[in-house]
Every structure is written in structure tokens, then in C-alpha cells.
């Protein structure tokens, strides 16, 4: 191996040229022609074309063997050839020549790009495709060719060689007519706009080539006389040219990985590499004619050159390639069976393997997989019987939907029952959807949204606005009240108490206040030591919390209030806090801060303090989230999730993101924690840390979460909405390790679907006797006490082991609840519903047990 840039070493490369030629073997092939060939394209290992100097096009269909003589409709030196399938080709050439076929190279046609200038490159994607030349000249067709549209490069410089790598990034390399600089163009927006890179050194570049979307790889002239060659590790925002003063100018090069690759130039130059492009080789290539360009079939590589020269060497290398499978309007299907294939790769495949999140699945060439909502990795390795080998790797991406909003989603989604989603999109707008995000009609307010809307128990909807203004509208869209004046912005989302009717908010100016859901007026207010930025909370024993972002917190006791109201207690934690709190079923309080603490505060009676403190690093940056087994989440700046014992504060484990986590969890009712990041991820985990679900998207995820009867509901700040979906997830509220676990609701804020603040009705099993059960029995018990407030029992008998399904109903017959829904062993049991947060009035309880089915009606009386 040489340096190629040692010219000093002039000697050794002679020798070494000559010992070489035998072992490096190319072949020399007969064209059939004298004339000058400056592009060769093969779309298999056996079909090629070559297009050259006067109107040369020919065809070989035997890997180089014999060519056959296509005729031009045109006289023109050609100096490109691309084709996009075995049909459909393109050869552009002089004084604005491009020729089409569609019958594989039989007939070709002269398409009208409006342009006399010379034409030095075509790139196609499908029906989209460029074509570049003299004067700075780039044409953009998305027809297939039959119209043409100018696009402006910012240059009059000869651009000579473009490579796209999908329908918005692509590459331009070209030169000055004469002397200095050479040019990079860039452009990701389809080439609406292109970035310059100049470099004052060399007098031009050849051809650019990308073996990946981050490595790519140049070719030219250092002066006229010399070659070199250049490289990009980071998608062509740097590019280095370690490799200089090659004997002559090097005018084509193709990779088939980041690490091996060959260069041709003029004087029958051959150069190759094997690590990255840091150190060369020469191989001998029999001929002095220039070598305008090389490419490589699947199991040859050929480069072709002036006088007819067509070169040829069988090379076993392989090349992997996967594409990406998106599907995002897949239903609430959980799974769905997707066939991978491993025809898009080039070369003869002996061995193929095929791996799926880095597990083993096949290795045949064809396979079936049945693929989960989210995003899932899947690897490609292929391997041949002389050695070589490649690997691929893809994603297979499902949802149930995607919807596309007009701006971004910071609020995140509110849900009533299963079937109405509210979505805060585009800073003022409230998008109503149906259970398949079809939005059935949209609200505006004036100023922006900065959080999510809350939802009261009669389906009245709510939302702030940094216009100053609270807004309450009924669930037909109509405004409950006028916009009632704060007085301050508000950022943070009303919390309901439909027990008095109420909803509580604070405000950027420092004020709290308590609304009047019936009429929309201030019924009393207090003022806090700094803005109040977050949502909140109601405990179920009716102590109402909130704190400032200075991290003073104020409790009330909304049984017991006095006029005009104070709190009960403030406590100061001497810590910034601009997220909101949780309470648990016991009554503690959970604030995350900027100072990177977790705090647990207790309450007794009119005072409170804190019982633990965990250091997590760095700013809390989600609100707290509070499993059925006890354990708080946590999301920080520093990308990390952090898991804590709710008892002493100790940290269970933490898991490491990509990014920032600002979108709150929330809990699934199989005991899965769902979280996003500034890096687009999606990331469910259960309590052990082990992974459940992932997904990965373009744009940030800083919305909370919304999780409920299996679907997963996301939004991203580029406005998308999506949700996933797995069945598991819907047949049990006791969570896949069973352990007879409670609904994960512990009145966190955001894991309420409705948003208000209040911990979410529950039930709790009190009591089993399986011994005095008859067999094939069932029952439904009349609740007791009955009326009742808040908490009542209910008794039923399972006669044998089946799922059991117990539903809590309004008046209307709408769904309130759902107490339980698991397989249960034959038995007599007893649940308690707690129903603080429910209004007076009737209410029906139905069992649903295997083929048994019964309802009975209860009061709630306040």
C-alpha cells in the first residue's frame, strides 16, 4: 500500500504498477467504437448502457461481453446516462440535448428543455430529476421529463456532476470555465435553494458521490495536472481533501461503503481504497487513455474512457441495501405481517441473515414478520462465498394515524371517554377529532396556547391563552361564557373540580384564581410570591395545591375554606419550579425543579414539610408521574427519565434518552411508562426499565403524553398528531405481571385524560372468598351504602375463571369508569369505587362475565 500523495516515491510506483497488474486484473472489453465514452449505468449484474461523443449509446445485456449500437435521434456528444428501471432512461449531452426511453434503449426521444447549454449530468428519483451544465444551469423536472423548470444555482461556474440522496438533499460538483475556485452546491429543499462551498485551491471537481446520507466523497484537479480527492463525515458541511497530487486528474470514483472505493482519471489512472479514503493504491489499468467514469454492475466493476475504452474486473463485493418502511395509517391493529426482502441488494447472496431489534429472526431471502405499532429496527447482513460481505439496516415504522396539523403541538391531547381527542395545534386552535383523528371542527382564541385543555365531567372544554383570557366552551363548540379577563398571560392548563364546580388557574402576574364554571366569573382570588406557571391539583381528600415558579407551595382545604380564602400552608422550597406537581392517593405532594430535585412534601393538617429530597442532576423539566406500584418518574434536561421510590427518595434506575425530555409520561394500565424527547423519541419502558415500545420521529416531542384503552396519543412541534396502538395493553388493568395492581392513575395531572387535576376515580379490591363460590355461578350485588358519598361497595360472584369487565355509567348511558377489567379466578369479591370527583345523581354499574351480563343503579348523594 502507497501514500499517493508521496510523488517523491516515483520509483516505487513503478514497480509497483507492474507487479500489480497481473493481480488487480482488468479486462479490457471491445466496445466497438472509437469514439470517446464518458458514462456508463448498469441496472443489473448483466444490462448496461454507455453514452459518449458523437451520439454514442450502446447496450450490453451479457455484463459487458457484446454491446449493441443504439441509435440518437440527435447529433451531440452525450456525456451522462442514468436510468431509473430497465425501461425508463436518460442521457443528457450539448447544446441542451436530453433523450428519453422507455423501451429500454430501442427508441429514444428528445425531450424540450427550453436550453441551449451543455448538459453534463442527470440524476433521477422516480419522476423527479435534475439535469446540470454550463453557465450554472440546473433544470428540475417532476413529470418524468416532459416540463422543465429552472432552478437558480447562485452560480455562472461549469457544474459538472450532482448526486441526490432523496427528493430534498442533493450535491453539485463543478469548476470555473477557467483557472480557479472549484464548487460544492448543497441543497435540502429539493433545489429551491442551494449553499455555495467554494475552495480557492483547486482549479475544479469532477463528480460527487454519497455512499451514505453523512459520508460522501469528491474528485478533481488540484491545478490542471494533479488529482485529488475529498471526503464529508457530516453530510458535506466540512469536507477534507487528505488526498493531493495524484499523478493525474481524476474525473470519476464510486464507493460501495465508507470505507472502499475506486477512482479513475485521465492517463488510465486506477486507485483504490479500503479505509475511508486515507490511503490510496494504484492499480494498473493496461491503457493511457483517459478514464472518464467507473461504476459497478452487482458483480463487476467497469470504467470506460476515450478511444472506445470499456475496462472490466469481476469483483465478489457485496452491496446491502434495505429502505425504510413507513405505514402510518395502520388502525388499531397491533400487529401487522410485513414480507422483507432482500432484492434490492447487489451481488451474488450465498448467506443472508436477517435481524429484528438485534435479535436473529431468518435467513432466507424472503421473509415474514409481524411487525408492532412504533418504530422497529431491522438489519440486514448478507455474505457470499469468497468472503465478502455487507449489512443494511432500515426501520419499519406503524401508527394508527397521522394526522398533520398546521403548527406546532407544545399542549398535548385531552381525551373524553374513547372516543373525543382534543388537540392544541398552531398556538390558538382547538382541534376537536374523532377516536381516528379526524377533526371534526377546530376553535381559535386570540393569543397562543401554551398547554393542553382541560375537560369537565358534562364535557365542557377549557383553555388559557397568553392574551390574558380564560375561554370555556360547551362540547359542541360554542362559548360557554365570554372570554373572562385575568388580568396576565396563562400558561398552564385549568384544573376542574366538578365537586364545587370550579376551575382553578394562575396567571404570569403572580394571581390564583378559583372561576365559576356555571357563570365564568372570578369567585375568589390570592396572590402568590411569584408568577403561578403551572396547573393545580386537587387531593382526594379535597386539599387543594399549587405552586409558584419561585417554589413556594399553597394549600387549601376546599371542605373548610374561609372568606375571604388563605391558605391552610405555605411551604418555600428556596427552589425555581415550572412544572406542575402530583399528589398521591395518600395526600403527599411531588414537585420536580430547576434546580434538579425531586421532592416529596407531606401535609398534616395546616402545615407541611418536606420528607425527601432526591438530586437528579439536572432541571426537572416534566411533571411528575406516580405509578400503581409507588413509583414516581421524573424527566430532566439532561435527557435522562429517572425512576424514584415514592417511600425514602432513593432512585430506583434511570434511563439515558437522546435528548432532552420536556413531554411528561404518562402510564399505560399494563404498567408502561410513555415519554418523548427533543430528539423525536418515543419511548415506552415498564417498571423494570426494560423496554416496550419505541418509535422515532423528525421533529421534537414536547407535548405530555396521553395513554388510554390501548392507544398511545402523541404530538410533535412540527404539528403532527400520531397515535399507536397494542392490544396488549387493553386486557388488563392489573398490567402484564398481574399482582392484582389498581388502574396506574394516581391523579398525576397529566395522566387524568381529561386533564383536570383531580386523581382520577379508582377502585380497590377489598375483599376475595373463592370457597363457598357454586359452580357456574354469577352475581351482581346491590352497591352499599347506597345512596352514598363518595365511596360505595360492590359485590359480584365469578363462577368459573373468565375476563370480567365492570363498566360505571351516567344517566345518558355515557361511560365514566371502568373498575376492572382482567381474567379472574372463580370467587366472591368486593371492590370499593371512589367517586370524589363525581357529581350528584344516578349512575349505573353492569358486569360483563363471559356470557353473563347484569346492571344496577346507584346514587351518588352530596
Request: aromatic share 12%; net charge positive.
Amino acid at each position: 500500500m502507497i501514500r499517493v500523495n508521496l510523488l517523491s516515491a516515483l520509483f516505487y510506483f513503478i514497480v509497483f504498477v507492474k507487479i500489480s497488474f497481473a493481480q488487480f486484473g482488468w479486462t479490457p472489453l471491445n466496445s466497438g467504437t472509437t469514439n470517446n465514452i464518458n458514462s456508463v449505468f448498469f441496472i443489473n449484474n448483466n444490462t448496461g448502457y454507455v453514452s459518449g461523443d458523437q451520439s454514442t449509446i450502446l447496450k450490453t445485456t451479457n455484463s459487458g461481453n457484446n454491446w449493441i449500437v443504439l441509435n440518437s435521434p440527435v447529433s451531440a456528444n452525450l456525456s451522462c446516462i442514468y436510468f431509473i428501471n430497465p425501461n425508463t432512461g436518460y442521457t443528457v449531452g450539448d447544446i441542451g440535448r436530453i433523450l428519453k426511453t422507455t423501451n429500454g434503449g430501442i427508441n429514444w426521444n428528445l425531450l424540450n428543455a427550453g436550453i441551449n447549454k451543455n448538459f453534463y449530468s442527470v440524476y433521477f428519483l422516480q419522476e423527479t430529476g435534475w439535469v446540470i451544465g454550463e453557465d450554472g444551469i440546473i433544470l428540475k423536472t417532476t413529470d418524468a421529463g416532459n416540463s422543465w423548470n429552472l432552478q437558480t444555482s447562485g452560480t455562472n461556474f461549469v457544474l459538472k456532476s450532482l448526486h441526490f440522496l432523496n427528493a430534498q438533499t442533493g450535491y453539485i460538483a463543478g469548476a470555473k470555465n477557467t483557472g480557479y475556485p472549484a464548487l460544492i452546491l448543497k441543497t435540502v429543499n429539493g433545489g429551491e435553494n442551494w449553499s455555495v462551498q467554494l475552495y480557492p485551491s483547486f482549479s475544479g471537481f469532477s463528480k460527487i458521490f454519497f455512499e451514505s446520507p453523512q459520508n460522501g466523497f469528491v474528485t478533481g484537479s488540484e491545478n490542471g495536472a494533479n488529482g485529488l480527492i475529498g471526503a464529508t463525515t457530516n453530510s458535506g458541511n466540512n469536507w477534507n481533501f487528505p488526498i493531493q497530487n495524484i499523478s493525474n486528474p481524476l474525473n470519476g470514483l464510486h464507493f460501495f461503503s465508507s470505507s472502499l472505493g475506486f477512482a479513475v482519471g485521465n492517463n488510465g489512472v486506477i486507485i483504490t481504497t479500503s479505509n475511508g479514503g486515507n490511503n490510496w493504491s494504484y492499480e494498473s489499468s493496461g491503457t493511457v487513455f483517459n478514464l472518464n467514469n467507473i461504476t459497478y454492475s452487482g458483480t463487476a466493476l467497469f470504467t470506460v474512457g476515450n478511444n472506445g475504452i470499456v475496462l472490466k474486473k469481476n469483483y465478489g463485493w457485496l452491496k446491502a441495501r434495505l429502505d425504510n418502511i413507513y405505514k402510518p395509517d395502520c388502525g388499531r391493529i397491533s400487529k401487522e405481517i410485513i414480507q422483507l426482502s432482500d432484492s434490492l441488494c447487489s451481488g451474488t447472496i450465498d448467506s443472508v441473515f436477517w435481524y429484528i431489534n438485534n435479535q436473529l429472526k431468518g435467513n432466507q431471502h424472503t421473509i415474514s414478520y409481524g411487525f408492532p405499532q412504533g418504530t422497529t429496527f431491522i438489519k440486514l447482513l448478507i455474505k457470499n462465498n469468497q468472503g465478502y460481505s455487507d449489512s443494511a439496516s432500515a426501520t419499519v415504522t406503524r401508527s394508527v394515524y397521522k394526522i398533520s396539523t398546521a403548527g406546532p403541538i407544545i399542549g398535548g391531547s385531552s381525551l373524553i371517554g374513547d372516543s373525543v381527542l382534543y388537540t392544541i395545534s398552531t398556538g390558538n386552535a382547538v382541534h376537536r377529532m374523532d377516536i381516528n383523528g379526524n377533526i371534526l371542527y377546530s376553535l381559535s382564541v386570540g393569543g397562543d396556547i401554551l398547554s393542553s385543555c382541560s375537560i369537565g365531567f358534562d364535557t365542557s372544554i377549557f383553555v388559557t391563552s397568553t392574551n390574558n383570557n380564560l375561554y370555556g366552551f360547551s362540547r359542541y363548540g360554542a362559548p360557554l361564557w365570554p372570554a373572562l379577563p385575568l388580568g396576565a398571560a396563562a400558561v398552564c392548563t385549568p384544573t376542574v373540580d366538578s365537586v364545587a364546580n370550579m376551575l382553578y388557574v394562575g396567571v404570569t402576574n403572580n394571581n390564583f384564581f378559583a372561576i365559576n364554571i356555571s357563570s365564568g366569573t372570578v369567585a375568589w382570588s390570592t396572590f402568590a410570591d411569584a408568577p403561578v406557571r403551572t396547573s393545580a391539583i386537587i387531593s382526594n381528600e379535597r386539599k387543594l395545591f399549587f405552586v409558584s415558579s419561585r417554589g413556594t407551595l399553597y394549600g387549601f382545604n376546599l371542605s373548610d375554606m374561609s372568606n375571604p380564602p388563605v391558605p391552610y400552608w405555605t411551604l418555600q422550597l428556596n427552589d425555581s419550579v415550572l412544572v406542575s406537581p402530583a399528589v398521591d392517593r395518600c395526600g403527599d405532594i411531588f414537585v420536580g425543579s430547576r434546580g434538579g430535585k425531586l421532592y416529596k412534601i407531606g401535609v398534616n393538617g395546616n402545615a407541611a414539610e418536606i420528607i425527601w429530597q432526591a438530586e437528579l442532576g439536572s432541571p426537572v423539566t416534566t411533571s411528575i408521574t406516580i405509578d400503581a406500584d409507588n413509583n414516581v418518574y421524573a424527566g430532566t434536561a439532561g435527557a435522562k427519565l429517572f425512576c424514584v421510590n415514592s417511600g425514602n427518595g432513593s432512585v430506583k434506575w434511570f434511563y439515558t434518552s437522546k435528548g432532552p425530555i420536556n413531554s411528561t409520561p404518562a402510564i399505560s394500565y399494563a404498567q408502561t411508562v410513555f415519554f418523548g424527547n427533543d430528539a423525536g423519541e418515543v419511548i415506552g419502558l415498564d417498571s423494570e426499565k426494560n423496554l416496550k415500545f419505541y418509535y422515532q420521529d423528525s421533529a421534537k416531542i414536547s407535548c405530555p403524553f396521553l395513554c388510554q384503552m390501548g392507544t398511545l396519543y402523541i404530538g410533535s412541534v412540527t404539528g403532527k398528531v400520531l397515535a399507536f396502538y397494542d392490544s396488549v395493553e387493553t386486557l388488563s388493568y392489573t398490567g402484564i405481571r398481574g399482582g392484582g395492581k389498581s388502574v396506574p392513575v394516581w391523579g398525576v395531572f397529566q395522566n387524568n385524560p381529561r386533564r383536570t387535576g383531580i386523581q382520577d376515580s379508582n377502585c380497590r379490591i377489598t375483599g376475595i372468598n373463592n370457597l363457598i363460590t357454586l359452580p357456574g355461578k354469577y352475581e351482581l350485588k346491590q352497591n352499599y351504602p347506597n345512596p352514598f358519598n363518595p365511596d360505595t361497595k360492590i359485590g359480584f360472584v365469578i363462577g368459573r375463571t373468565v375476563n370480567v369487565r365492570i363498566k360505571i355509567y351516567d344517566i345518558t348511558g355515557r361511560e365514566i369508569d371502568v373498575l376492572i377489567n382482567k381474567k379472574m379466578e372463580k370467587g366472591t369479591y368486593e371492590l370499593t369505587w371512589h367517586a370524589v370527583n363525581m357529581p350528584s345523581g344516578v349512575y349505573f354499574y353492569k358486569i360483563e362475565a363471559g356470557e353473563y351480563r347484569e346492571t344496577k343503579k346507584m346514587i351518588i348523594l352530596k
